[in-house]
């Protein structure tokens, strides 16, 4: 690769400069433009506040700084972009003002400049179908703060050139951070992955089986995600995530399991986008969810005392909740049937407490569901059906809160919280794998590095056990008969032959 590149950026705002600052930290020239006066200005002073920042704490050197900052030229015209060798284009996420753009630029730089689109869910053929040239023309989606995240995916549209992808993997190598490679399909590797973590929750709350601090409790504490879903909407801001799920919704003509939510619909029509309006799923106040913003949760109530009997529908569910009751004191019972005065705890896999009660002929007052998913790790989740005795089901609460877990107890639903968002999630990406988007390896790496999951949805996957991933989902899809839990073709066959979901065909 040259190693005198000089870089084009439309577009100074957070993405626009994030993408100058690490490509002058890598010795690029770089031209800011942005048509609005006085943006590639304001860019340029907060790039350099950054760059000083790692300067005082050592992490870059004062003849680095130094060049990195005279290497950024703010310029007034698209024309200074005539002698680019690339230009990154980071303005509206829109079809016709990124075509409008790319003619423009056509018209300005070399036979052999590259033009990228920094688009995160338009098609990059569609925005191509607008050049004379869109063999040059490619999407480079970086992540935001850029400087942080390190993923950049790479998308050739249908006409791009592949030594054009190559020379962009390339470039993304050179400033520091990793390139996957995706193909032009909507929401790409990570929008598309992460639809399943995000409108699964939502399901569950339109349901009324929980709320949204409960899911983000138990996403966070039961499987390790650094923000529960709503938690990452009010980061992002509905004013984008709720375009972005309509979009690929849309170019997916309504596939299931991209179903965008009506509560999101209507809390960004009410101006509730997040952090940066002070409301969302939770108020705000300097950044920081107020605790009085927090749905109150009724204090257990004294542990129960009484029996405790186990279903035994499946050996290795029922000997994790029987170690989980022995560290609580509790007095097991080891019939085949319950006594009549026993509290009866049932593990439900894809399905609700209601079908497990008419299944083992239980009483269903006394009976209540455990989320067995994650082998009882963290937050421990309780599932009542309708007609448990409230009471019963507050002391089942507080007695496995002898554990040392916190325990979340929810209205019945299909699933649970943990098996139908990881369950929903693990599926996409095997869909993801099986339509040749990317190879396993990159979707993992795409997932854990872009959205700073705790695994991939394939590991997540593997971690589980396809053939109780697939369980999870015959039963939501039998019970539901929504197609939206309908099983990928790639997990039932790994399933079927006990392969890893990563392994890819021969």
């Not at 031209?31 to 300067?55: E, F, N, S, V």
């Not at 007052?365 to 009882?376: A, E, S, V, W, Y």
């Amino acid at each position: 690769m040259n190693t005198s590149l000089i870089l084009g950026i439309v577009g100074a705002g957070a993405m626009g400069r994030g993408i100058a600052q690490i490509a002058a930290i890598a010795g690029i020239q770089v031209k800011l433009y942005d048509r609005q006066a006085g943006a590639a200005d304001d860019a340029h002073h907060l790039i350099t506040l950054q760059l000083r920042k790692l300067q005082e704490k050592g992490r870059l050197t004062d003849l680095v700084v130094d060049a990195a900052i005279n290497s950024i030229a703010r310029v007034n015209t698209l024309d200074a972009f005539q002698n680019c060798d690339i230009v990154i284009e980071a303005i509206v996420e829109n079809l016709d003002a990124k075509r409008e753009l790319l003619g423009c630029l056509e018209g300005i730089v070399g036979p052999d400049c590259i033009f990228a689109s920094n688009t995160s869910s338009l098609s990059v053929t569609a925005i191509a179908a607008a050049a004379t040239h869109p063999d040059r023309v490619a999407g480079l989606h970086f992540f935001n703060p850029v400087p942080l995240l390190k993923l950049v995916e790479v998308i050739p549209g249908l006409l791009t050139a592949e030594p054009v992808v190559q020379f962009l993997i390339d470039f993304v190598h050179k400033m520091g951070h990793k390139p996957v490679r995706a193909t032009d399909t909507p929401g790409f590797i990570v929008n598309h992955a992460s639809r399943g973590y995000l409108t699964e929750a939502l399901r569950i709350v339109q349901e009324n089986a929980a709320n949204f601090a409960q899911i983000d409790e138990v996403m966070r504490e039961a499987a390790g995600f650094r923000l529960g879903p709503f938690e990452l909407l009010d980061l992002t801001g509905l004013d984008v995530s709720h375009p972005v799920m309509e979009s690929i919704y849309q170019q997916y003509y309504h596939e299931p399991r991209y179903r965008p939510s009506v509560i999101t619909a209507q809390r960004l029509g009410a101006g509730l986008l997040g952090r940066k309006s002070g409301r969302g799923f939770y108020c705000y106040e300097n950044g920081v969810i107020r605790k009085d913003a927090v749905p109150v949760v009724e204090a257990p109530a004294q542990p129960w005392s009484g029996a405790v009997w186990v279903a035994r529908a499946d050996p290795r569910t029922s000997a994790k909740i029987e170690a989980l009751l022995s560290r609580c004191g509790a007095i097991l019972e080891t019939g085949q049937k319950p006594s009549a005065a026993a509290l009866c705890l049932v593990v439900p896999m894809g399905e609700d407490v209601s079908t497990c009660v008419l299944r083992e002929r239980l009483d269903a007052p006394r009976t209540l569901g455990i989320d067995t998913l994650t082998d009882c790790y963290g937050r421990l989740t309780l599932m009542s059906n309708p007609a448990t005795d409230r009471a019963l089901a507050q002391q089942a609460q507080a007695l496995l809160a002898r554990s040392g877990q916190a325990v979340t107890l929810i209205k019945d639903s299909y699933g649970f919280i943990l098996q139908r968002v990881l369950a929903i999630m693990v599926n996409i990406g095997c869909d993801i794998a099986q339509q040749g988007i990317c190879t396993p390896e990159d979707l993992d790496c795409a997932v854990e590095t872009g959205l700073a999951y705790p695994r991939g949805p394939l590991a997540w996957g593997d971690h589980i056990g396809a053939d109780q991933v697939l369980t999870i989902l015959k039963n939501l899809h039998q019970t539901t008969g929504d197609p939206r839990y309908r099983p990928s073709p790639w997990l039932m066959r790994r399933a079927q032959l006990g392969l890893s979901l990563r392994h890819s065909d021969n």
